[in-house]
């Protein structure tokens, strides 16, 4: 099958990129590579170095020429798109507009987003499910709800699903040590101490290998299309650091926090479809321990997204 990943060079686009070749796929990814390329050449890849806002100045007809899309590239989180809103927005909803648009015209039978399991914002109810209304607090989560709702007025036109992810964990050659597990075990081996703001907050989480797995699951069988979320372990930010200190065997500094927000994510819907998640948080830990101590983590910007994203400049429009 021919495929087109945009967001390829990502911290999960690289890990499905390298998934879907092992599977004998052929692909085109589509990525700025603002934060490196970290995939190795393959006859089967072609790597088209631009941004999703530019696609009409592309070669729609070669870059297109694939049955089914996996929409990753996106500005990732809060503080990230708090850098610059108009290029979140740009970006997001219409680089998304501009991307499904482009493969209907030419004949693009399945559309598959990674949007956000923070749609949904702050919520009472113990399990959030997709019937729920969503109710965004920030520019990110806002833009995630619009694009899904633009992507699903194409919805007679091309088959399309919308991924909710919770937080992802876990190695990946394009490593990020800004997200809740692998910042926390990043604290523990270099700084040798674990700070953790509150603490009560509760946060579903996805290890990177089940989160491809599920973008394979779509791409294997017809499955009823719309919103499904993907996340299968709530935890409280305590409890991750708990597990992360008595593995490396550091202490836990905590502070008050600003940001008292917990949510769960029900992904029974998605289970109902047959998938089975085959990871947890705990081998995410032991993943990033063992990268570490074989070398292969090289701290820098670039597994920051703010950092590497005002080291680019990108906060100046």
């Known amino acids: 099958m021919k495929l087109l990943v945009t967001g390829g060079c990502?911290?999960?686009?690289?890990?499905l990129v390298n998934e879907l070749l092992l599977n004998d796929h052929s692909v085109?990814?589509?990525?700025?590579?603002?934060?490196?390329?970290?995939?190795?050449?393959?006859?089967?890849?072609?790597?088209?170095?631009?941004?999703?806002?530019?696609?009409?100045?592309?070669?729609?007809?070669?870059?297109?020429?694939?049955?089914?899309?996996?929409?990753?590239a996106n500005i990732a989180n809060d503080p990230s798109s708090e850098i610059d809103p108009k290029l979140t927005w740009e970006v997001n909803v219409l680089g998304s507009k501009l991307l499904i648009e482009?493969?209907?015209?030419?004949?693009?039978?399945?559309?598959?987003?990674?949007?956000?399991?923070?749609?949904?914002?702050?919520k009472e109810e113990e399990n959030v499910t997709e019937d729920l209304d969503l109710d965004p607090i920030s520019d990110y989560n806002k833009t995630k709800m619009v694009s899904e709702?633009?992507?699903?007025?194409?919805?007679?036109?091309?088959?399309?699903?919308?991924?909710?992810?919770?937080?992802v964990c876990g190695y990946s050659p394009r490593m990020r040590l800004d997200l809740t597990v692998n910042l926390l075990t990043r604290q523990a081996i270099e700084d040798g101490v674990?700070?953790?703001?509150?603490?009560d907050q509760v946060r579903p989480n996805v290890h990177i290998n089940d989160m491809v797995s599920v973008y394979?699951?779509?791409?294997?069988?017809?499955?009823?299309?719309?919103?499904?979320?993907?996340?299968?372990?709530?935890?409280?930010?305590?409890?991750?650091?708990?597990i992360v200190s008595e593995r490396v065997g550091v202490n836990i500094r905590v502070t008050e926090s600003n940001d008292p927000r917990s949510y769960r994510l029900n992904s029974d819907k998605l289970l109902s479809t047959g998938f089975t998640p085959n990871h947890s948080v705990n081998d995410a830990i032991e993943e990033?321990?063992?990268?570490?101590?074989?070398?292969?983590?090289?701290?820098?910007?670039?597994?920051?997204?703010?950092?590497?994203?005002?080291?680019?400049?990108?906060?100046?429009g």
């Open 10 to 15: 990502g911290y999960v686009g690289t890990q």
């Open 28 to 72: 085109v990814v589509l990525d700025t590579m603002w934060f490196g390329n970290y995939l190795k050449r393959n006859e089967k890849l072609r790597i088209v170095k631009s941004d999703i806002r530019d696609i009409n100045d592309l070669d729609s007809e070669e870059l297109f020429d694939v049955d089914v899309i996996f929409h990753l």
């Open 102 to 122: 482009t493969g209907i015209l030419n004949g693009v039978k399945r559309f598959i987003y990674a949007s956000s399991g923070s749609v949904y914002g702050v």
């Open 149 to 167: 709702r633009v992507l699903m007025s194409y919805k007679d036109d091309i088959e399309v699903y919308l991924l909710r992810p919770a937080t």
């Open 194 to 199: 674990i700070t953790v703001f509150g603490g």
């Open 216 to 242: 394979l699951h779509f791409l294997s069988d017809d499955f009823e299309t719309g919103v499904y979320n993907v996340g299968f372990e709530n935890m409280s930010i305590s409890q991750i650091a708990s």
């Open 288 to 316: 990033i321990i063992m990268a570490y101590k074989k070398n292969i983590i090289q701290t820098s910007d670039n597994n920051y997204n703010v950092k590497k994203m005002l080291q680019l400049g990108l906060n100046n």
